[in-house]
């Protein structure tokens, strides 16, 4: 099979900003990922070693001089000394262990130092997924220029509509081929600046397409790489400093790291209770805004303006980043539904990039499972509860064992 990754920046931007805020705060952390395929998919027999031999090339997979030009230029908030460590960066496949059961499902743990091993998830899920589009024969059925004309309606619908959107798609996208012409059209059409009814009248598009979370097509097409940071700095640090703390302290040392910069914050990694409960005034002001990821996001919402509102914060001048699984007709409602009161954008990962005709997309993560500040350490499990049940992750008896901590609080 074809090498599919062969660029260290075909991964999203949150990897690059979580590592150099790992290599701050937790330089000697070990950690351990899990795999979880929530449709608990049956594999065909020998998938496991078409994993492994994507695994096996990623060692050859080296930054380029193109590469930290366009990440100096574009992720400013990286210092220089960064791209220095990423010159020397190396996949090790021994840190990936990839087994099939006798259901055919697939099993995979990413274990080792967090510096290194935060690198492979996106590699492990993208290539899962266009593994499993090209043996289902989704490839093969795959209709170029159908797909293109879909993607480019989808832009003029988004910026129609008022949508100041970005591509989150690479975990679950049906291929880097397909990713790469959604990146592609939604630029071009965004380019036209607006379009023309069928009066012969020009309308200026209301709406606005910001970049993409993968690096290498930002670097592609010269666009914004979109992405801070991801649940697993908080499901990390809860076994640092305790469940009614874990998110202060993630927002005060990231702060610290970007000083300031990289302000959108991921919130909802132990619901929204927990972190409302002590966000201060000081970290609200210090991030730009928060990002909506799980739970009913009309609800996120008023419990995000009347937050901002206790603590003197007018709300318009903050941002509300939506993420959750969303397609063009929720985000649109969304948009109407924010109507100005919080300055709203939208991150479309699965609905934009594996969105195929005829084709079924994958319900795939890697998350953080066990981990350890320094080798000396023992081990902890690492959990993820957000504010949707269907996305609760990781030891069954310490997630209802925070849940009983919460509830009584």
Same mark, same amino acid.
């Given at each position: ?21 790992? /290599? ?11 795999? +979880? ?36 230029? %574009? ?25 099939? =059961? ?12 967090? +510096? ?5 998830? !996106? ?46 798609g690479q975990r679950r996208r049906f291929s880097k081929a397909h990713q790469d012409m959604v990146v592609r059209t939604f630029k071009e059409e965004y380019a036209k600046g607006g379009y023309t009814d069928a009066d012969g009248t020009f309308h200026p598009w209301e709406g606005a397409f910001t970049g993409t979370s993968n690096v290498y097509l930002a670097m592609k097409y010269d666009l914004i790489p979109i992405g801070t940071m991801s649940h697993q700095l908080v499901s990390f640090e809860e076994n640092v400093t305790g469940v009614f703390e874990c998110n202060f302290n993630v927002m005060r %040392? ?24 002590? /966000?201060?005034?000081?970290?609200? !002001?210090?991030?730009?805004? /928060?990002?909506?990821?799980?739970? %009913?996001?009309?609800?996120? /919402? ?41 300055? =709203? ?65």
């Open positions: 099979m074809k090498q599919i990754i062969t660029h260290l920046t075909d991964n999203d931007a949150y990897t690059f900003s979580c590592l150099y805020y790992i /290599l701050q705060k937790y330089p000697r952390a070990e950690v351990e990922y899990t795999f +979880f395929d929530r449709n608990h998919t049956q594999y065909p027999e020998g998938f496991a070693e078409l994993l492994q031999e994507q695994v096996n090339y990623m060692p050859s997979v080296q930054i380029t001089d193109e590469e930290i030009a366009f990440m100096t230029r %574009k992720m400013y908030y990286l210092p220089l000394w960064f791209f220095t460590l990423l010159r020397g960066y190396r996949f090790n496949p021994a840190e990936v262990s990839i087994s099939q =059961d006798e259901n055919r499902e697939l099993h995979i743990t990413i274990k080792g130092k967090w +510096f290194s091993t935060i690198m492979w998830e !996106m590699v492990l899920l993208s290539c899962i997924s266009e593994l499993t589009h090209i043996l289902n024969g989704d490839v093969d059925r795959y209709d170029a220029a159908l797909e293109e004309e879909r993607s480019r309606e989808k832009a003029r619908k988004a910026l129609r509509g008022g949508l100041t959107i970005s591509d989150f %040392k990231f702060s610290d790291v970007y000083d300031g910069d990289n302000g959108i914050y991921l919130y909802d990694c132990f619901g929204d209770k927990v972190f409302f409960s002590n /966000l201060s005034k000081r970290m609200a !002001m210090m991030y730009k805004g /928060l990002r909506v990821d799980s739970g %009913k996001e009309e609800e996120q /919402l008023e419990k995000i303006i009347e937050k901002y509102k206790s603590l003197g914060i007018d709300p318009a001048t903050k941002q509300v980043v939506y993420s959750n699984g969303l397609n063009l007709d929720r985000a649109i409602e969304l948009h109407r539904y924010t109507a100005g009161r919080m300055i =709203d954008s939208y991150g479309i990962g699965t609905y934009l990039t594996c969105d195929v005709t005829g084709c079924k997309p994958s319900n795939i993560v890697i998350k953080l499972t066990r981990s350890r500040i320094t080798e000396l350490r023992e081990w902890h499990d690492c959990i993820k509860l957000s504010c949707d049940k269907g996305k609760t992750l990781g030891n069954t008896a310490k997630c209802d064992y925070i849940l009983r901590l919460l509830e009584t609080e």
